[in-house]
Structures are given as structure tokens and as C-alpha cells.
């Protein structure tokens, strides 16, 4: 199995432009999480599907941040406008609830950098 | 306001010493206790989880001690090795609910160094 598949892993984009990153789950997953981590702020949870519904978007900090899962193995996490207070680096992880241990596999991480 | 609180930030450790982090929380319905590891430009792994009906697990190095009435965890780390130099974070978890899990709340991580 590749494991959770994210694109790109860097990004490099200037205030004001929209972003977009991906996350593919791993096959047979039905829950994705979009986690963001900063130094100031460590890992913090912006929103987590299951079966390919939100449940919970409250981590989402502002109407700027979207997120979308059209089908089980694809999500996007879109940021429209970007500010340079967005540069962190940005994961996404997969499960699958009803298993004993319930672990979270993460992606490498896409490092955002607004300039 | 912070619910699973980690210290220390930062820890530097002697080759085959012991390594402890710990973690408090606050949330008295988090069920569940995973403590993940991070090595530069990777995403967290999982280490070692546990419940609050058990006061202790290990798996080979690694142990993490649970105080469910003081409401706070540790992770022990035996005869630390460089290769065990990474950032740690420690997490807690609600009960599953709406029909899938909640997201983990980490705590803020702790960078440990074991120096050769």
C-alpha cells in the first residue's frame, strides 16, 4: 500500500492567489482528516470526513479555507484568498473506524509558504 | 483553550538513558491515548496508544505510564537511542460519535534529542 498520498509537497505562492492542495487516503479508509501544523500552534485538527461527509469543520479558521471529498479515495483542501499567515505545513490522514485500534495514517505533508 | 497540554518542549538525553515526556488533559471523556512520532519532512506515525482501563503498556522501548485520577499520561522511552531522536506528540481522543471518530487533539510536541 503507498500510504496516504499527498500533492504537491511544496508550494510556494504569493498573497492573494488560491491554493490547492491534495490528499489521496489509503484504499478502504472511510474517515480523512486535514490537520495543519505551525510551530506556534503544533497539530491542530481543520476538519475530518467520514464516508465522504463533513462531520466537523469548526478547525476551519476562516470562510478563506474550503474543504471537499467528491468520492472515498480523493480530497481537496482549498485556501481562497491566501495570506502569508497560512504558510504551514499541511497534512492529511486517514482511517478506518470499527478497527480496534483506530490509527491515524498521515500523509508527508504539503509545506505552504505565502509570501 | 489548550486540552492535552505536553512538556517538555524540548529534551536532550544521553545515549541508553531513560526519556520521559508527559501529558495532561483536561477533557475527562477522551477515551483513547496515542502517542505519535515525527521524524523531519514525514508525517506523524503512530508509537503506542493506550485506554483509560489499563495503568500501563509497553511495547519493546517504549511504555507509557497513565494516571486516570491525576488525569495526566508519560511516555518512557528505555535505553534511548539517536535513532530515537524525533519530535513526539502525545493525543486524546472523544468517543466516537455522528457516525464516524473524532479527530485527535494533540498536544503541541516535545523535540528530543538522544545524543550519542
Known amino acids: 500500500d503507498a500510504g496516504v498520498i499527498q500533492s504537491p509537497r511544496h508550494e510556494v505562492t504569493e498573497m492573494g492567489q488560491e491554493v490547492t492542495l491534495r490528499c489521496k487516503p489509503i484504499?478502504?479508509?472511510?474517515?480523512l482528516f486535514w490537520y495543519r501544523q505551525t510551530m506556534m500552534r503544533g497539530l491542530e485538527l481543520l476538519i475530518y470526513?467520514?464516508?465522504?461527509?463533513?462531520?466537523?469543520d469548526s478547525g476551519m479558521p476562516e470562510d478563506r479555507f474550503s474543504a471537499k471529498m467528491p468520492n472515498a479515495s480523493f480530497s481537496t483542501l482549498k485556501i481562497q484568498p491566501s495570506e502569508p499567515r497560512d504558510s504551514a505545513v499541511y497534512f492529511c490522514?486517514?482511517?478506518?473506524?470499527?478497527?480496534?485500534?483506530?490509527?491515524?495514517?498521515f500523509g508527508s505533508g504539503t509545506q505552504l509558504s505565502v509570501l | 483553550q489548550q486540552q492535552v497540554k505536553q512538556s517538555p518542549q524540548s529534551l536532550i538525553v544521553q545515549k541508553g538513558g531513560i526519556s520521559i515526556i508527559n501529558c495532561a488533559y483536561e477533557n475527562t471523556a477522551f477515551d483513547y491515548f496515542p502517542w505519535y512520532q515525527q521524524f523531519p519532512g514525514k508525517g506523524p506515525a503512530l508509537l503506542i496508544a493506550i485506554r483509560p482501563d489499563v495503568s500501563e503498556k509497553k511495547e519493546g522501548r517504549f511504555t507509557i505510564s497513565f494516571n486516570k485520577s491525576a488525569k495526566q499520561f508519560s511516555l518512557h522511552i528505555m535505553d534511548s537511542q539517536p535513532g530515537d531522536s524525533a519530535t513526539y506528540f502525545c493525543?486524546?481522543?472523544?468517543?466516537?460519535?455522528?457516525?464516524?471518530?473524532?479527530?485527535?487533539?494533540f498536544g503541541k510536541g516535545t523535540h528530543l534529542i538522544i545524543q550519542p
Open positions: 490522514a486517514s482511517s478506518l473506524v470499527g478497527d480496534s485500534n483506530e490509527k491515524l495514517f
Open positions: 470526513f467520514n464516508n465522504n461527509v463533513p462531520i466537523d
Open positions: 493525543a486524546a481522543r472523544n468517543p466516537p460519535g455522528r457516525g464516524g471518530a473524532d479527530g485527535l487533539t
Open positions: 484504499s478502504g479508509h472511510n474517515s
